[in-house]
Every structure is written in structure tokens, then in C-alpha cells.
């Protein structure tokens, strides 16, 4: 059973990796990454092994215009690990979190063609009895012309009243 547990800096080149590895995420600087796990530790969470290797992440923070609202940015695990519940997992341990962050609701965007990703986010507003709403938040021409971008949907989640 995988510990879950906030990120650290030396965890950064490990979550670019896993991000790089995904096929589907857009990979952001080996530096932001280690920005992340410092600035936004508190809102994020790793899967961590016994060894201390580091298989999956998420990645959020709280809307500086809206503090009662996390975003999560990233949710990634590692191939070797898809398809065992882990992002759920996760995704459950930083909902938990929201009540002591002050937040009642939960955001991400999510691409149309990623239905993983849907999938994950519609059953965490289940599990948590809360309501899901969806709606375009940044359409194709938000993204440069040489960038190939799908919309991104806003899934807005809440409220969310702390763990299941």
C-alpha cells in the first residue's frame, strides 16, 4: 500500500518525469515542478513506495480569487501503476484535505478526448455526494496556432464536505 503524502523538493525531477512519461500531459519546466512541491506542498500529495520512490502525483493549489476553491493541475501515475484505483486514491486523500484548507469545492479542466480523466473527476463528486457542473473554460484559441490544443473543460465540484 502506497503512502500518500505531501510532496518535497527532491521529489520535483520525479514528477517531471512521471508527467513527461504520461503521453497526455502537458510537461511543464523541470523548475516549475520543484517550485510546485515547495510553494504548493500543502495542496498537493504524492504516492510514495517503503524505498521512498515516487509513482503518482497530484498537483493543486488554492484559487488566490477564490480560497475556498482548490484547482487541481495535475494527476498523473506512473504506467507501471495505471489502472489500480491510484488517482483515485489520491484525488480521495487531497479531498479529505479541503475542509482543513478551507475550501468546499474542487476544480480541474479536463480535455473532451480524456475520458480518463472525466471518468476520475465524476466519481469523486459521487463519492463525496457533491454536485458536478462542467463548462468550457478556455477554447482552442486561448492556445498559440503552433500548438495542436483541445478546449478545456472546467469540472467544478462541490460543495465537498471533507472525507468519505
Same mark, same amino acid.
Given at each position: 500500500?502506497?503512502?500518500?503524502?505531501? =510532496?518535497?523538493?527532491?521529489?520535483?525531477?520525479?514528477?517531471?518525469?512521471?508527467?513527461?512519461?504520461?503521453?497526455?500531459?502537458?510537461?511543464?519546466?523541470?523548475?516549475?515542478?520543484?517550485?510546485?512541491?515547495?510553494?504548493?506542498?500543502?495542496?498537493?500529495?504524492?504516492?510514495?513506495?517503503?524505498?521512498?520512490?515516487?509513482?503518482?502525483?497530484?498537483?493543486?493549489?488554492?484559487?488566490?480569487?477564490? =480560497?475556498?476553491?482548490?484547482?487541481?493541475?495535475?494527476?498523473?501515475?506512473?504506467?507501471?501503476?495505471?489502472?489500480?484505483?491510484?488517482?483515485?486514491?489520491? +484525488?480521495?486523500? +487531497?479531498?479529505?484535505?479541503?475542509?482543513?484548507?478551507?475550501?468546499?469545492? +474542487?476544480?480541474?479542466? #479536463?480535455?473532451?478526448?480524456?475520458?480518463?480523466?472525466?471518468?476520475?473527476?465524476?466519481?469523486?463528486?459521487?463519492?463525496?455526494?457533491?454536485?458536478?457542473?462542467?463548462?468550457? +473554460?478556455?477554447?482552442?484559441?486561448?492556445?498559440?496556432?503552433? #500548438?495542436?490544443?483541445? =478546449?478545456?473543460?472546467?469540472?467544478?465540484?462541490? =460543495?465537498?464536505?471533507?472525507?468519505?
Amino acid at each position: 500500500m502506497p503512502k500518500l503524502e505531501a =510532496p518535497r523538493t527532491d521529489d520535483a525531477p520525479r514528477l517531471w518525469e512521471i508527467a513527461r512519461d504520461s503521453g497526455v500531459l502537458d510537461v511543464n519546466s523541470p523548475y516549475s515542478y520543484a517550485l510546485w512541491c515547495r510553494d504548493f506542498a500543502q495542496t498537493s500529495v504524492v504516492a510514495r513506495e517503503e524505498d521512498g520512490a515516487v509513482f503518482g502525483f497530484v498537483t493543486g493549489y488554492v484559487r488566490p480569487d477564490d =480560497p475556498r476553491t482548490l484547482f487541481v493541475w495535475q494527476v498523473a501515475v506512473d504506467a507501471s501503476r495505471r489502472g489500480r484505483g491510484l488517482a483515485g486514491r489520491m +484525488l480521495g486523500h +487531497l479531498g479529505g484535505q479541503l475542509p482543513d484548507l478551507g475550501c468546499g469545492y +474542487l476544480e480541474a479542466t #479536463v480535455t473532451p478526448d480524456n475520458l480518463a480523466s472525466s471518468r476520475l473527476f465524476e466519481s469523486f463528486a459521487r463519492s463525496h455526494g457533491a454536485r458536478l457542473e462542467r463548462r468550457e +473554460l478556455f477554447g482552442e484559441d486561448v492556445f498559440p496556432d503552433e #500548438v495542436d490544443h483541445e =478546449p478545456e473543460v472546467l469540472f467544478r465540484i462541490g =460543495p465537498v464536505h471533507g472525507r468519505t
